[in-house]
T-cell receptor, first 113, second 108 residues
Framework: NAGVMQNPRHLVRRRGQEARLRCSPM?????VYWYRQLPEEGLKFMVY????????ESGMPKERFSAEFPKEGPSILRIQQVVRGDSAAYFC???????????FGPGTRLTVT | GIQVEQSPPDLILQEGANSTLRCNFS?????LQWFHQNPWGQLINLFY???GTKQNGRLSATTVATERYSLLYISSSQTTDSGVYFC??????????FGKGMKLTVNP
């Protein structure tokens, strides 16, 4: 039973470029969550999605960040015009229908140069 | 929003020692999870424990929801237990709110 998959594992972008992070939930899971971990800090919630719906985006920065979870394919977290402060580890988690325990992927480490 | 406090922030042990990690939270919760973030950054689920007591090998956890705290016990610690331990809770929404973590170092 494959766990939560994220790719790429490491991503380097220059300031001003776009970053696209992908997440495939565990089989049978329909809820996807994105969290960000800055260096030496805990994880902070960004957004919660179900298929084709954003349920809670209260943790998303107002500009440059967007997320989607299409009917087919992985969930995408998109960061436009990246800045150095976006450098962080971005984790995706999934849970089964009805919520409950969240399982985390290995994360994508974004470095903005 | 809900606040999560973990203590102690750091702990250094010799192999074989026992330890107790504490998580306090400021409001009633629907879910509480303990995680271990290993030195490679991966988050490992340890316990899903909104209330009661669970055990898994050398690890056990207890959540007393009415008093708003949870404890994680590590017995006979090993060097592979090193890393950061996070407590995370769900209050009135689906999002997990994480504490700042506790860095554990187990020396051989």
């Amino acid at each position: 039973n494959a766990g939560v998959m994220q790719n790429p594992r490491h991503l380097v972008r220059r300031r001003g470029q776009e970053a696209r992070l992908r997440c495939s939930p565990m089989k049978g899971h329909s809820h996807v969550y994105w969290y960000r971990q800055l260096p030496e800090e805990g994880l902070k919630f960004m957004v919660y999605l179900q298929k084709e719906n954003i349920i809670d985006e209260s943790g998303m920065p107002k500009e440059r960040f967007s997320a989607e979870f299409p009917k087919e394919g992985p969930s995408i977290l998109r960061i436009q015009q990246v800045v150095r402060g976006d450098s962080a580890a971005y984790f995706c988690a999934s849970s089964p229908p009805g919520g409950g325990e969240q399982y985390f992927g290995p994360g994508t480490r974004l470095t903005v140069t | 929003g809900i606040q999560v406090e973990q203590s102690p922030p750091d702990l250094i042990l010799q192999e074989g020692a026992n330890s107790t990690l504490r998580c306090n939270f400021s409001d009633s919760v629907n879910n509480l999870q303990w995680f271990h973030q290993n030195p490679w950054g991966q988050l490992i689920n340890l316990f899903y424990i909104p209330s009661g007591t669970k055990q898994n090998g050398r690890l056990s956890a207890t959540t007393v929801a009415t008093e708003r705290y949870s404890l994680l016990y590590i017995s006979s610690s090993q060097t592979t237990d090193s890393g950061v331990y996070f407590c995370a809770v769900q209050g009135g929404s689906e999002k997990l709110v994480f504490g700042k973590g506790m860095k554990l170092t187990v020396n051989p």
